[in-house]
């Protein structure tokens, strides 16, 4: 009998992969893109600001072997994503696809009586939940076509470590402005992963949600601003802030066969703050 094959190239080997990363022009989207086309994958950014995705595809593309593409795309309502998965298909027509990262998300930060409707409830609901539920539906057949129990099919959910935490306010907001319905519509992904992990097991597609506690991206530059890097990481166990390699990392392994026989999961990626006393608190006067 043969050795099991327990090399890294082997266990993490996405080369060849297809797949889909919404939000991928910027921030965990896009460095998540970066992962997967530095080790071989083909993979689709989208996103709605085209400026963005063709900058960020000019930086994909120089980081081969793999290849990077974008659609520009707006999931704020199903006919949005409708659109996404046509133009997928034309760029696609086998419409196989190995890996999708669920990481388009909004946020609204206001006081607690003053949440506008449809931007601080309505629109950040169907951006970060329902979108994910149609886009997930729509390509499940497509994740199916070539997955095997041994390498799944994989649906990544970019969640938050917002999703378990009821601190609305604190050091990347401003002062005395909640993200109300950010963290409930990040407590429906997880939720939603485990929902869709049961659904589509039976067709060896795994679902997975990452949970990303504080990193330097779009949403969290407010706090990285006005408060600065240093006294955010000082209240962090590890010391530091998250940095992009942590993102890569389990993604990478999320995608690739090594994680075959995982699903469902919520992983913390967060260096231990929600688990500590140091975790996200609310604001401190400094």
């Known amino acids: 009998m043969s050795s099991p094959d327990f090399l890294v190239q082997s266990l993490f080997n996405v080369r060849g992969k297809i797949a889909l990363v919404t939000g991928g022009g910027t921030g965990i989207g896009k460095t998540i893109a970066s992962a997967l086309v530095q080790n071989g ?41 409708d659109a996404l998965i046509s133009a997928l298909s034309a760029l696609e027509p086998a419409n196989k696809l190995h890996i999708l990262v669920n990481n388009s998300g909004v946020s609204w930060g206001s006081p607690f009586n003053a949440v506008p409707e449809d931007k601080g409830w309505d629109n950040v609901m169907a951006v970060n939940v329902k979108s994910l539920f149609y886009l997930t539906a729509g390509l499940s057949s497509w994740l199916a076509k070539d997955a095997r129990a041994e390498d799944p099919g994989r649906v990544i959910n970019i969640s938050s470590t917002a999703s378990v935490s009821p601190h609305v306010e604190g050091l990347v907001s401003a002062e005395g402005s909640g993200t109300y319905a950010y963290n409930v519509s990040k407590a429906a992904v997880n939720h939603l992963t485990s929902i869709l992990a049961v659904k589509l097991g039976p067709q060896k597609i795994t679902v997975n949600a990452i949970c ?37 990392g389990i993604a990478l392994f999320l995608s690739s066969p090594a994680s075959a026989h995982v699903t469902g999961a919520h992983i913390l990626l967060d260096g231990g703050a929600t688990l500590s006393s140091q975790g996200i608190a609310p604001r401190v006067k400094l």
């Not at 994958?41 to 974008?70: C, F, M, T, W």
């Not at 990303?212 to 802030?241: C, D, H, L, N, W």
């Open 212 to 248: 990303p506690g504080i990193f330097p991206t779009k949403m969290t530059a407010y706090g990285f601003k006005s408060v600065g890097e240093e006294k955010i990481a000082s209240q962090q166990p590890s010391g530091r802030v998250g940095l992009p390699s942590d993102l890569a």
């Open 41 to 81: 994958a083909k993979v689709y950014i989208a996103a709605r600001k085209e400026g963005q995705l063709k900058e960020a595809l000019a930086d994909l593309n120089a980081q081969r072997p793999g290849s990077a593409h974008y659609i520009v795309a707006n999931l704020s309502d199903k006919a949005g994503v």
